[in-house]
């Protein structure tokens, strides 16, 4: 299926991506479930634009990419092709981003030092 093809390369950025300087990956992503630390989920309708720019990545898509989105720009690990995907916006929150299916991503927002999470459901593309 060529949606998880994208998604997976994307995030992964696939090993020709990674040793490609600059291969910049763009996910259009819209939240469709929101669940708190209590696992209390709604609907959600939310949009988001990652961009993932690989920095140092090996072949299994180990590595640190940089991640933008909204007027946010940060530093981001990964263990392997799936994730996870590990940030911060500041010092006292951890993101992170795993992939759960050919178009859809898991996006856990935690606060640092609190049992307080929100927990994104998303589906995403390439918008090109």
């Not at 998604?7 to 090993?15: D, P, Q, R, S, Y």
């Not at 799936?82 to 759960?100: K, M, R």
Request: glycine share 8%; proline share 5%; aromatic share 6%.
């Amino acid at each position: 299926m060529m949606r998880a093809v994208i998604l997976t390369g994307a995030l992964a950025c696939h090993a020709t991506l990674a040793a490609a300087e600059g291969a910049v990956q763009v996910l259009s992503c819209t939240a469709t479930t929101s669940c708190d630390e209590r696992g209390s989920c709604t609907p959600a309708t939310d949009a988001v634009t990652f961009t993932l720019t690989p920095v140092q990545v090996d072949a299994d898509g180990a590595g640190q990419f940089t991640i933008a989105y909204g007027d946010v720009t940060a530093q981001m690990g990964s263990l392997s092709r799936t994730g996870p995907f590990v940030w911060a916006e500041g010092e006292a929150d951890t993101q992170s981003l795993l992939v759960s299916g050919p178009d859809s991503l898991v996006w856990v927002r935690q606060d640092r030092g609190t049992p307080n999470a929100t927990t994104l459901f998303l589906t995403c593309k390439d918008p090109a």
